[in-house]
């Protein structure tokens, strides 16, 4: 079974960086779709960005300009580099995987996701 462990979660003030990074352990398929996601108690969860095996990326309009995607398949693994971080950005941070079976690109919708990392913790101060 394919394992995702997240980490990289931490208390920043307004403007500054954080990077998540995401490892997965297991089988990886070959056309694959990895996804961030965000939520925050007593809310939905919501969409930040995705990244599938070719590295095509999309963004949340909350986090373009701002947050970068980026792999490194050496390691299996997948990072969130976060710019310019807001209040607003506060969450638990949630990556998932999954199979990217009919190769096309990937979405920002969490039931499109089968594999998901437990959830990290990103704060922000003003």
């Known amino acids: 079974q394919l394992r995702l462990v997240a980490s990289g979660g931490g208390s920043v003030q307004s403007g500054g960086s954080l990077r998540l990074s995401c490892s997965a352990s297991?089988?990886?398929?070959?056309?694959?779709?990895v996804g961030w996601f965000r939520q925050v108690p007593g809310k939905e969860r919501e969409g930040v960005a995705c990244?599938?095996?070719?590295?095509?990326?999309k963004y949340a309009d909350s986090a373009k300009g701002r947050f970068t995607l980026s792999q490194d398949n050496a390691k299996n693994t997948l990072y969130l580099q976060m710019n310019n971080l807001k209040p607003e950005d506060a969450a638990i941070y949630y990556c998932?995987?999954?199979?990217?079976?009919?190769?096309?690109?990937?979405?920002?919708?969490?039931?499109?996701?089968?594999?998901w990392g437990q959830g990290i913790q990103v704060t922000v101060s003003s």
């Open positions: 998932a995987f999954d199979h990217n079976e009919d190769g096309t690109g990937c979405l920002i919708v969490d039931i499109a996701y089968n594999y």
């Open positions: 297991g089988y990886i398929y070959n056309t694959y779709v």
């Open positions: 990244i599938d095996n070719g590295g095509s990326t």
